[in-house]
């Protein structure tokens, strides 16, 4: 049986792209206010460090637990996630949403 491989004119390439824009900022929201936080002047400093000790760990590619053992692999990860998402959640003012969204408006634009 062979693969039908579909033409271009099949496939609607500004749909696509719409969702692939979608898509990227449903991803790029928590980072960019992430980001934000971390350029406000009022987020207090231990704040500051503990968004970045978090993202430096969970980008490094060296875990403490590694990966690739069953189930305990991303637990390491999942404190790191769960650290920032808190920090985050508690910090995050309403200028540092908008400033966000305005980053988000510019780098992910919905157009078409």
């Not at 305990?72 to 908008?98: K, M, N, P, Y």
């Amino acid at each position: 049986m062979d693969a039908e491989v579909l033409e271009s004119s099949v496939v609607d390439e500004a749909l696509l792209l719409r969702l692939l824009r979608r898509a990227g900022r449903l991803v790029a929201r928590p980072a960019l206010e992430c980001l934000e936080l971390l350029l406000d002047p009022d987020t207090p400093a231990p704040a500051r460090l503990t968004v970045l000790a978090a993202l430096t760990y969970l980008l490094v590619p060296l875990d403490l637990i590694p990966d690739f053992i069953p189930a305990a692999g991303f637990s390491d990860d999942l404190v790191a996630l769960t650290a920032l998402l808190s920090i985050c959640g508690r910090h995050r003012s309403e200028a540092i949403r908008q400033r966000a969204q305005r980053r988000l408006d510019r780098w992910f634009p919905l157009g078409r």
